[in-house]
């Protein structure tokens, strides 16, 4: 469905490099998360993806047509919803979504099963104005006007920042349902805890894919034991592990720290004693399965 | 505990939409408090009124000591504000920035250096120290941008979803740098949308239609509501919401 | 032709709801043109002035008692040198200084004719304007008078110098001008700041990503401003006549048909503007230095091209309200047909092609 070679973007004649070698193929019907910080390149791509902007070397096909060379049939299949919230504010919702519609030379009538679940939730408010709705509502609108032509595929530049986590969460399971639906989507986003709801995802950082996966597969390449451990004072627990001979990583992870060595053998037992040592109390030691925060930090670590 | 934040039966109202409605707590002295809370919830209003830059409707508030309808100016000068959007010059460098906002709180020349020197080096910006924020990836920014709320030493500092969109490593140090300042008796108020960082917090409060629904530690949030983690919490609390608009 | 609808009425709705854009668009031309016309007041009264009477006779202290008698003009002083009179204008005690020449009764008698210099402090050209033509007006009914019982009619000539101005300009002369300034307001700003916006909201990214090709979206966008330009037009133009009896001697129909084509140039000017700009705020410093001010201070419209040093001069020759302003003023004034202005309307023809061809190839279809 979409094939991504080697694609290199330099901004500023050179100067600030924003995606360097990427290489990507995504399949049809696959719901695909493209995960990393701000500034990771996730924007460049996609409006790389979206004819938007011309990369400096590299070759990006949507269902075979050429983002360059055939931008006029990209834009025909594509339905793109840009990181910032890009409707007219002055607009009312309903106006909106009807400008869109003629805009593609459709109408909302036409596609209007493809759009319903999410557009009753917004329906009430069909005459208010876009610039007074709330975050989740404008994102629902977006969704709805990125749709109204359906796509073949969709492309969602952090559709969820900045959103609450209800929101978010309504947000994933109304692109769940668009799968089902048989669209392509491409969505980008910081929030790692959200890796888990796509088929596959791509972690970025700094303009290098650190890699490509099934989300599962991502956190079997974590080749190192995890531990999660609390006590009854974090913060000297973050002061103390720094301390430990053999540390790897301690980052804060909510009520525990996630802590790896770099020896292989180090297990709770030797930890339990360490932190004993160190007069910390009700300690909590575990080995768990990683995260795919943990993955990013681990890829992004070994990367620099 | 010594309170430096205490509000009573806070209520603030636009026309006929109540943004606050009747809220009640208080913020203890070194505390690392979490304002949890939907879109829309009201937060940002709350927090307007704390840092004394919007008049509440009714009720009684006190900040670090002072009340926030009469003495405005000294609530300023004893808290420091950091927001996701505006933080700093970009146009300015990092030196020229940290000078700034510590002469806008009337620091001596003297200080300002000691400080602007130590921050730096804590940051490990020695060699960023004259390069143009503008220059700086997000992280570097937003670490830089707390240690300055905090140069004057100030009792409370409200930080206003300081780490969205930035990478798990400098979200993570920025938590260290608030830890450290929490240790060094600055109160800390903090909104965010991570779930994970709610279990940092000392204590979380967290917004439904304008009220406080729920106020306790983390951990005892998640008895109360049998859930596994924070998110859980927040899900089972906003899903209540009466005006899913 | 259903997108292109849909854009239009987009844009409608724009303009409707953001209340600073219905100002600049409507009351703008009204305002500016009530202001030129206020300003430049049509009536005199108690005008300060002074007499130099080289001859001292009867018939000048006639002439005299008449003038100062009529209630337009006050007595200031009596002089008799060159020097004084310069000196009391440079003051601005004076605005009009009289001379009758030597021995006025006795070349009135002899040759029939006799001469009085009039000199008018012409900063304000329409107020000196005003002074010499009652003044010549107070002297003919006095020649009128006498020339009633002779066979030979006797002549005073009055002979007028402006003092500062000397390309006299009144209130009409001010209705060009406006109208150069309105259109290059609406159509080149508003279009410049219109487009931009998009950019800045983010909107326009979502318009290329459709399949909108880049000739629907700038006429749709331009389409609403030029159909409020002609509005505009018309509004002045009746305005003028309405208000100041300003006479419109040429055809109307060519008035609007070049003011047309100068509204196509403004458009293009506008949205070349936005292709370089990327926000709502460059746009707009961007049409105030390099259109609004060179509309106002390098076309003619205030000040006489003619006087300007050389260089300047030159510079006018790629200023298009110049040749506008000129097209329409002897259409105006002097109701010159195409045959006379088809210079001014070919370099506006030509410059609107150049310009509205630079546009279109400089519209980006992508965000770089």
Known sequence: MVKIENITKTYEKGKVKALTNINLSIEKGELFGLIGPDGAGKTSLFRILTSLLIPDSGIVKIMNFDVVKDYKEIRKITGYMPGKFSLYQDLSVEENLNFFASVFGTTVKENYSLIEDIYVQIEPFKKRLAGKLSGGMKQKLALSCALIHKPEILVLDEPTTGVDAVSRKEFWEMLKKLKSEGITILVSTPYMDEASLCDRIALIQNGEILSVDKPLNIINQFNKKLFAIRTSNMYQLMQDLKQFGSLNTAFLFGQVVHFTSKNKNTNSEEIRFFLKENNHSDIFIKEIVPSIEDCFMEFAKNEK | ?245 | MNKFKAFVKKEFYHIFRDKRTMLILFGMPIVQILLFGFVITTEIKDVEIAIWDKSKDEVTQKITNKILGSGYFKLVKNIDNEQEIYNAFKKGTIKEALIFENNFAQNLNNRNNANIQIITDASDPNIANLIVNYTSAIVYSYTGELNSNLTIPMQIKTESTMLYNSELKSVFMFVPGTMAMILMLVSAMITSIAITREKELGTMEVLLVSPLKVSQIIIGKVAPYIVLSIINVITIIALAMSIFHMPIVGSLSLLIAVSILFIFMALSLGILISTVTNDQQTAMMISMFALMLPTILLSGFIFPIENMPKILQWLTVIIPPKYYISAIKDIMLKGSGLSYIWKDVAVLFLMTLVLLGLSIKKFKIRLE
Request: aromatic share 10%.
């Open chain 2, 1 to 245: 505990m010594e309170k430096v934040i205490i509000v009573k039966n806070l209520v603030k109202k636009f026309e006929d939409f109540v943004a606050n409605d009747n809220l009640t707590f208080d913020v203890y002295k070194g505390e690392i408090f979490g304002f949890l809370g939907a879109n829309g919830a009201g937060k940002t209003t709350a927090m307007k009124i704390l840092c004394a830059l919007s008049q509440p409707t009714s009720g009684e508030l006190n900040v670090a000591g002072f009340d926030v309808y009469t003495q405005q100016d000294k609530i300023k000068a004893n808290i420091g504000y950091m927001s996701q959007r505006f933080s700093l010059y970009e146009d300015l460098t990092v030196f020229e920035n940290i000078q700034f906002y510590a002469g806008i709180y009337g620091l001596s020349n003297k200080i300002i250096k000691e400080r602007a020197e130590n921050l730096i080096k804590k940051l490990e910006m020695v060699e960023m120290k004259n390069k143009l924020v503008s220059s700086l990836p997000l992280g570097w920014r937003q670490k830089l941008s707390f240690s300055i709320a905090i140069i004057h030493k100030p009792q409370i500092v409200f930080l206003d979803e300081p780490t969205g969109g930035v990478d798990p490593i400098t979200r993570r140090q920025f938590w260290d740098l608030i830890y450290d300042a929490a240790n060094d008796g600055i109160t800390i108020f903090v909104t965010t949308h991570y779930m994970d960082e709610a279990e940092y917090c000392n204590r979380v409060s967290i917004m439904v239609d304008g009220r406080i629904e729920a106020l306790d530690t983390p951990q005892n949030l998640k008895k109360q509501f049998n859930a596994e983690d924070m998110n859980e919490v927040f899900i089972q609390l906003a899903r209540k919401s009466k005006n899913k608009e």
